[in-house]
C-alpha cells in the first residue's frame, strides 16, 4: 500500500530539516518503506480538504490506505509497530522505547518549543530579554537530566530505537541556540543520529524540497 505524507511546499527553515516531516520521513526510511510526499502550502493546510486530515491544520500527515494518521508521535509509533527496525522484539525493551518516544515529546520538546516561540512570536514583547534565561535554564535542566541518563552510552536504552529518533528530532532543533554544545554527549547523541544513513536519505529528500534554490 501506498505511504503518502504531507510536508510543507517550502519550509521557513530553509531545508534545515527542523519541521516535523523529517522525523516521519527518517522513521520510513529506518523502517525500508517507500513514501510518496504531497507538498502543501500554508493556505492549503487551513483548507477543508487538509483539515479533514488534521484537524490542526498542520503537517505533517500520514495516509496509508484507508488509514490517515496526524501528530507525529502517533505516526512514528505507527511506522514503529507495523515495520522492523525501530523497536525491539523484547517486551519490556520495547515499552522502554516507547517510554522514550514520550518522553522526548512530553517532557523534552515542550521547553525547546517553548525557546522557538520566545525567539520568533515574542521576540518584540518588552518582557522577553527578561524571561529568556529562565526559558533557557528550563532546557538546561532536561538537557542534563538527558545527559546524565545517557552517559556514555550510544543510545537511550540499548540499540538504536523510536524512542532515539524522536529525541534527537527533539534535539536538534536546539542546534542554533548553542545549548546542546554544553553537553558533550547529548551533543554527539546527536552527530550519531544524523550520521545515521535513514536520517541522512531523510534530510536529503527534505532539503530537495526546501533548500533555497529550489523550485
Ligand atoms: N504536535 C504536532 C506533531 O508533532 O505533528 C505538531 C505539528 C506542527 O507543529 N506542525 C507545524 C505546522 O504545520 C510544522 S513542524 N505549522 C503550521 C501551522 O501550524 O500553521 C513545526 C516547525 C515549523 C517550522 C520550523 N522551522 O522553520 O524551523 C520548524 C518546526
Avoid at 523502517?31 to 504531497?38: H, I, K, S
Avoid at 502550502?41 to 484537524?55: D, G, I, Q, T, V
Avoid at 525493551?93 to 520568533?120: G, K, Y
Wanted: proline fraction near 6%.
Amino acid at each position: 500500500m501506498t505511504i503518502t505524507i504531507t510536508a510543507f511546499e517550502k519550509s521557513p527553515d530553509g531545508g534545515k530539516g527542523l519541521a516535523r516531516d523529517t522525523r516521519v520521513r527518517w522513521a520510513l526510511e529506518e523502517a525500508g518503506q517507500p513514501y510518496e510526499v504531497r507538498l502543501v502550502s500554508f493556505r492549503a493546510m487551513k483548507e477543508p480538504a487538509h483539515l479533514a486530515l488534521h484537524p490542526f491544520g498542520q503537517i505533517p500527515t500520514y495516509e496509508e490506505g484507508d488509514l490517515a494518521l496526524f501528530e507525529t508521535g502517533a505516526i512514528v509509533f505507527h511506522i514503529a509497530q507495523h515495520y522492523a527496525g525501530l523497536l525491539p522484539d523484547d517486551t519490556n525493551a520495547r515499552a522502554r522505547a516507547i517510554t522514550w518516544m514520550f518522553a522526548a515529546l512530553n517532557t523534552v520538546e515542550p521547553p525547546i518549543l517553548d525557546l522557538s516561540n520566545a525567539n520568533i512570536l515574542e521576540s518584540d514583547k518588552p518582557w522577553n530579554r527578561e524571561r529568556l534565561p529562565l526559558v533557557e535554564d528550563r532546557i538546561r535542566d532536561r538537557l542534563k537530566q538527558v545527559s546524565v541518563r545517557l552517559g556514555g552510552n550510544d543510545w537511550l536504552d540499548g540499540g538504536f530505537s523510536a524512542g532515539d529518533l524522536m529525541m534527537v528530532s527533539v534535539l536538534l532543533r536546539l542546534r542554533a541556540s548553542g545549548l546542546l554544545e554544553e553537553y558533550r554527549n547529548l551533543a554527539a547523541y546527536v552527530a550519531r543520529g544524523e550520521a545515521r544513513p535513514a536520517y541522512k536519505r531523510a534530510f536529503a529528500a527534505q532539503l530537495a524540497v526546501n533548500k533555497p534554490s529550489a523550485g
